[in-house]
Every structure is written in C-alpha cells, then in structure tokens.
C-alpha cells in the first residue's frame, strides 16, 4: 500500500479517512438497531432488504473512496483527484435520500405482515426516533468533508501537475495519451462501483434468491472484477487482439445492462418492485461507464505505442523522482527480417563509450548482465521486403551514409584497413540489410533529406565485428560527432522507407522520398527551444556525413571564439551577481590561447544568507522576455512576458537557499493583445494564455503593443543604465519583437539562459525551460503563457549561479 506523503496529500487522505470512520459508525449503529427491530419473518418480503442494502451501499462507498483516494496519490492521477470530489458529492446526495428512503420504510413496514398474519418488526418500538440523530449526521459529515476536500484538491492538483509535466515529457499529443489512459483508470473504478452497486440490489430485492437467474447476477462481480484488471493490463501494454477481447467482454455487459434497464423499466413484476428507481440510477450509470470505457479503450490502441514508452519509467513517477534512469538491460535483435530495435526500458539511454580499439583483448562493449552480445540480421536477398515496420521504442538513429564512412573516420592504424576490407569494401557494407528512415534537414540546412537507420542495428553490426577481429568498436556518445541521434517526440520525427539490401535498393529507395511539405519548418513559440535543439543535432548528423576536408583550422577557430564567448559570458554573469570581484572582467582569456581548453575560474563558496561578497559589476537591469505567437500564423503575437531584476535593490540583500531572496524581487508582467485573445495553441504546445501566476494580465490593443513592449523593456534607461537582455533560445524571441518592430539594439549585454545552463553543467545539448527547472528543483506552473515563461527564464538565471547545484567551471 501507498501512503501519502506530502502534506497536502496527507491533508486530503485524512480527510476521507475520517469521513469514512464517521460514516461507519454512524451506519453501523443504524444497522445493528434495524436488525434488532425486525422479526425474523421480516426476511419473506423484498422491502426489508431495502434499508439493509442502502446502509451497506453507503458503507461501501466512502471505504472504497478511502482506496481510491490511496490508488490517486500512488499514481498522480489528477482525473481521478477531480472524481472523487465529484463522487463525494453524489455521496452527500445518496445520503440525503437514504435519509428520506430509511424514513419512508420505517413508517411502511409496520403494516406489512408475513402469510400468517403475523408483523415483521417490533411494533412497540418506534425505531425512527432512534436513528434519526445518527442518520441525520451522515449527510452533515459527508457535507463537511466535501467542503474540505475541495480546497485541499487544488493543491493537490497543483502537485501532481508539476509531477506529470517532469515524468510525461514530449509533445501535447503524448501528454493527452496519459490523460487519456487516466482517464480509462478511473472510468473503470467507478464503473465497478456502480455494477456491483446496481447487482446486489438487483440481486437481493428484485430477484430476491430466484434460481438460476440469483447466482448468475452474483457470478457477474467476480467476472467485472477480473475484466477491470486484465484489462487494465492489456491496454497499458497495448497488446491489440487481448484488448479487443476485453473490449467484446464489456459489450456483453453493456448488453446485460441494457436488459435490465428495458425490464425494470416495463410493466413486469420486476418493474414493480421497491427501489426501482435506485436500481435504474445504479445501471444507467454503470451502463454509460461501460460505453465510455469501451471508446477509450479502442482509442488507446494507437499506433505509437506511447503508453508502453509512458510507463517505461513507472517507478520514478511514483517515487516522484522525474530524472533519467540509466538503462539496465538490452535485448538482443530480432533475426527473423523485421528491423533492427532495441527493447529498452529506457527511453533516452545513450551510448557508453566512445570509439576505442584493442586488438589483444576480447570485445566488452555489452552490459555485464547480458549473457552474449545481440545477432546482427544476415543479409537477405534483394526484394525481401515483407516484414512488419516497428519503429525503434529509444528514438535512436545514425545517419546511414556516415556509418558507411565509419571505418575511414573512426579508426586508425592497421584496424581501419582490416574492418574496411572484410565488412565495409567492395559493397559488402550496402550487401547487409538496412531500415532506411529518412528526415528532411531543416531550411537553413538546406532542406535536403538525411538517409537515417536504427543505432541499435548499427551497434550489432559493431558488434559482429568486434567479435570477428577480437577488437572493441563503438558508436561515440557525443552528440557532437553526429552518430547517435535521439529524436525526442517533439522532434520531426524520420518516415520509414523500406528495406535496403543493395546499394541500388538505397538508391531507388533514396528516389522515393517526397519533398517537404509547407509546414516543414513550422514550429511555434516556445517549440523554437526543441527545433533548435533539432537542427543542432541534424547539423552535426550532416557534418558527419561530409567528405573532411584537409584543412579544418577555420572552422576549429570558429568553434573555439564560440567556446571563448560562452566563458566570458558565464564570467560577465558572476561578476554581475557580485560573486567575482570586477577586476576579474578585465582579464579574460586571450585569443591565442584559443586552441586551450579553458574553464571559468572557480569562485569562493557562496553563504547563501550574507550578502554576496563583491559590489554588483555596473549594476546592471536584467530584464527577461518571452514571446508567444499563433501556432499556425507566427506574425500573430498574442503574449508578450516581460520580468525586471534590478541589481540596485539588491544592494544588502542575502540571495537565500537557491537564490530565492532574489527571485521574490522580480517584477513580472504579462501582455496579451485583444485582437488574438480567442486563440489558444494546442496542436505543437498547450497553450494557457489565462493562467499568469505572478499578478494580472494586460490587454494591449495591436496598434499599442510597440509602444507599451519598449516601456516595459525601459529602453529609455539605456543611456542611464546597463540594460542586460534575458531569454530562453533568445534569438527566437528577439525576432519577434523585431518582426512586431521593437529593436532590442539598446541592450548592452545579451544572455540566453539555454547556452549558460548547457555549459555551466558541462552537457552536450540545451534544455528546454521545464527541463532546467526541474535540474533547479523549481516549480513552474503552466509554462507557454509568455508571463510565466518570462518570469522563470529570469528565476533559472538567478538559480543558476545560486543554487546549491550550480557548477562553477564552465
């Protein structure tokens, strides 16, 4: 069992807790007084089990609310947190009339008698009296705790959101996949509450222990509970032809649902009978469960398979540990013709080695746990193309044409030869089998296709080398070398073409791909971040493609003036935040020592709550800007957010753990224009252009947006002040304020937040916004509102040098 453990969580448990102890007693009481006041003939007539079954019911409800309320803290289930506020309602209106219901039997039942003539309950007692008291405070404690629950919800729900947005990362359409199965998870729970429900009573009063119709009504809780779970199973797995099996069982439920509906609805004997109304709320309800549940399970069967690469990492999110696990285990690939992938729980698993050659020792490049290396495919004869597709669970590629060129490139000395004249000369590497995807590189690279296949087959081919020469080959983990291409699912994703087995089969393959489409380099707002981290990687994919040239002096200056850059902008940084002394800016590192690998020198440990131990280099303004536009018409800006740090304020000031003193001095705002107020992103990214968090929204008519962008960016302090611009992959930002016609030219200093983190923690590629918040341990709520995004690009740059996690070389 799953306790909760943040104190909200514990807040709402409790809550249900103690409702259900109250409820329990209270009924309980009511029962034991009930059967003591009825006769033992009492039992002959279907209207005694009335009370009996409406207590129990109620009983069942609020025990199974207290699990329910354990099963959503065990897996952040936000649509189940809104149901059982929902529920607990309808819990409050079933004890109302069961109120009503209890009263209404105890003044009828008197005058029943059984076949002989004789009472079915105690005459001398007036058992309503008794238990009105007890049954009055059910619905009053069921109210209470509703009121409760629902404040206590919204911060729940503020939780488990930031716990969602850290685990089920990638694109909206990935994200509405989990909801969706959420959603499944919880239809599934109510819809066995209210089956069983409706057959106990069904069962006990109107069928009322007639064979064989009693017993087959009763085998169906045991059958709806085995379908709930098995089928929980499949679809999370998405095994199809179980699913649909699932699927057939839940029509025959539906169809008995149904059954019952039009009986008890007729002009029958068992349309006649006490708590008819009950019954048909019970099934209808029931039966709509069933329909729905049905229509999510078909709609989850997708082919993408999102819900297996979603609950890969189960645990982390129950755990509510959101970072990447390691992988553990591979296994070996399919021989049978399909393509080449690696089953890996691990979805963003990278290679561990770099290229390295031993020509004495055997190959160890597997994992330890595995007991032999995975099979390359043999080669299979052209045309043989009748295989199913299945696109690689990890996301990763290799551009096809670089791995051809992989012995020439990676390996020197005597091995280069021997590994090219036994795999790769003379078509021998074009003669294997190959899946060819292909992606079209973006417009400022030309937009001409790059032919990619599965790494996982590339390392088996690897592999089968290093075992045939006694050797250790492997695929560099660099992202820079443009071997290992993870496409993450907010990526352009690559297109399978078939199946290559000759160097004429690529070719006509190669023949085949189409041109890009018109939205080929469409992408919105803040899914700049991710495309250029796409083009970043497709870049070094191409590069590696290439024919080298001789000479790469050129371009290893011009790498080297981009490294030099970053490390005085990380050094202009501390000496800003105070935490260098500003003589320091004046001995940056010198052009000729440009080809030295340089780090920023290491400044003295931060006492997070003293002030910081140099004056603020210039006092500068950082002022943090973020731009959101129409998804499918980018020249329509609808948000502007712009957050204000001013350095002066801070004279004094202690930072505080994580640099939070600071980060409570910025001042944010959040402008929207009218003209675009009704458009709401939601097809690359979740639009929430409603949801500021840091103050009140700004209506700026379009005509206005210039004039109030300029104020609120104080370019008329540039002459004043040292105006430092802030961004996330600024660039992008900055061409929208160009293209709505605010010149950022004022600014004295520019820092993109994506770069600094990337190198203040030594990665290989950027992150976007959520990422490096969660890496910061902060929560940002609803990101893609250009307010909020504003605001904590400027929290990531304070936390960034702040925080107990920042890294100091660079």
């Not at 285990?329 to 399909?338: F, I, L, W």
């Not at 850059?565 to 440009?594: K, N």
């Amino acid at each position: 069992m799953y306790w909760p453990t943040s104190q909200n969580e514990k807040w709402f448990c409790g809550t249900l807790f103690v409702q259900g102890l109250l409820v329990l007693v209270l009924n309980i009481y009511n029962l034991v007084q009930w059967q003591s006041w009825t006769n033992p003939n009492a039992t002959q007539v279907a209207i005694s089990y009335q009370v009996p079954i409406n207590i129990a019911l109620i009983m069942f409800a609020v025990v199974y609310e207290i699990f329910l309320g354990l099963d959503m803290v065990h897996h952040k289930n936000i649509i189940l947190l809104l149901a059982l506020c929902i529920s607990n309602g309808c819990v409050l209106a079933y004890s109302v009339m069961q109120y009503m219901s209890i009263h209404q039997t105890t003044l009828t039942i008197g005058d029943d008698r059984d076949y002989l003539g004789r009472p079915l309950v105690d005459l001398s007692r007036d058992l309503w009296k008794e238990i009105q008291p007890a049954e009055l405070l059910v619905p009053i404690t069921v109210s209470i705790a509703t009121l409760f629950m629902w404040p206590i919800a919204y911060w729940v729900h503020r939780e488990f959101s930031w716990a969602i947005y850290q685990y089920v990362q990638g694109s909206p359409t990935s994200r509405k996949q989990y909801r969706g199965y959420e959603a499944y998870l919880v239809l599934i729970k109510f819809d066995f509450f209210f089956l069983v429900g409706f057959i106990i009573l069904y069962d006990l009063v109107d069928v009322h222990f007639e064979e064989p119709e009693y017993s087959l009504t009763l085998a169906l809780i045991p059958a709806a509970l085995l379908v709930m779970t098995v089928g929980t199973y499949f679809v999370r797995r998405e095994h199809r032809i179980p699913t649909v099996i699932i699927a057939v069982c839940r029509l025959g439920i539906a169809a008995y649902l149904l059954s019952r509906i039009i009986v008890l609805c007729g002009n029958t004997p068992r349309g006649n009978t006490p708590g008819r109304d009950m019954m048909l709320l019970f099934a209808s309800v029931a039966l709509a469960l069933s329909c729905l549940i049905i229509y999510l399970t078909l709609t989850l069967m997708g082919p993408e398979e999102r819900l297996r690469l979603l609950f890969a990492r189960d645990e982390d999110l129950l755990k509510m540990d959101t970072g990447r696990r390691q992988a553990t285990e591979s296994r070996p690939v399919d021989d049978t013709g399909g393509p080449q992938t690696e089953h890996t729980e691990n979805l963003g698993n990278k290679p561990s080695a770099t290229t390295t050659q031993n020509t004495t020792q055997p190959t160890q490049i597997a994992s330890p746990e595995l007991p032999s290396p995975p099979k390359l495919p043999a080669p299979v004869p052209a045309g043989d193309s009748q295989y199913e597709h299945v696109f690689p669970l990890n996301g990763q590629f290799s551009p096809l044409l670089a791995i051809a060129k992989y012995p020439y490139r990676h390996i020197k000395g005597s091995l280069s030869q021997e590994v090219s004249s036994r795999f790769f000369d003379a078509g021998k590497f074009w003669n294997r089998s190959w899946d060819v995807y292909f992606v079209h590189a973006p417009a400022s690279l030309g937009s001409k296709p790059v032919l990619l296949t599965p790494t996982d087959g590339v390392s088996s081919f690897l592999e089968e080398i290093n075992r045939a020469l006694k050797c250790e080959l492997s695929l560099p983990a660099d992202m820079s070398a443009g071997l290992v291409l993870s496409f993450k699912d907010g990526y352009p994703q690559p297109v399978y073409l078939g199946r290559s087995t000759t160097r004429e089969t690529k070719d006509q393959l190669e023949l085949q791909i189409p041109p890009p489409s018109s939205e080929h380099n469409s992408s919105s707002g803040d899914m700049d971040e991710e495309y250029a981290a796409f083009e970043t990687m497709v870049e070094a994919a191409i590069e590696a493609t290439r024919n080298k040239k001789k000479s790469s002096k050129q371009k290893l200056l011009m790498r080297a003036m981009k490294e030099l850059d970053m490390q005085q902008m990380v050094r202009r940084m501390q000496c800003y935040f105070g935490l260098r002394s500003m003589d320091d800016i004046e001995g940056t590192a010198d052009m000729g020592d440009w080809d030295t690998p340089g780090t920023v020198p290491t400044v003295q440990p931060l006492d997070a709550t003293k002030a910081v131990p140099y004056p603020f280099w210039r006092e500068p303004v950082f002022i943090s800007i973020d731009v959101e536009s129409n998804e499918r018409c980018h020249s329509q800006v609808t948000e502007v957010g712009v957050s204000v740090l001013d350095m002066r304020s801070l004279v004094g000031v202690p930072p505080g753990v994580n640099g939070d003193q600071w980060r409570s001095r910025i001042q944010s705002r959040h402008l929207r224009v009218r003209e675009y107020g009704h458009i709401v992103n939601h097809e690359f990214v979740s639009g929430c252009p409603g949801m500021f968090q840091f103050g009140e929204s700004e209506w700026v008519l379009q005509r206005d947006l210039v004039d109030v962008v300029r104020s609120s960016l104080r370019l008329g302090d540039a002459l004043d002040r040292r105006l430092v611009l802030v961004g996330h992959n600024l660039s992008a930002d900055v061409k929208y304020l160009k293209q709505v016609g605010v010149d950022v030219g004022g600014f004295r200093d520019q820092i993109d937040t994506a770069q600094m983190f990337r190198k203040l923690r030594k990665e290989e590629s950027v992150r976007s916004l959520g990422g490096v918040l969660a890496k910061l341990d902060i929560k940002g709520w609803y990101l893609h509102n250009a307010g909020n995004d504003a605001r904590y690009t400027m929290e990531v740059l304070v936390a960034s040098f702040m925080g107990a996690n920042e890294e100091d070389s660079a």
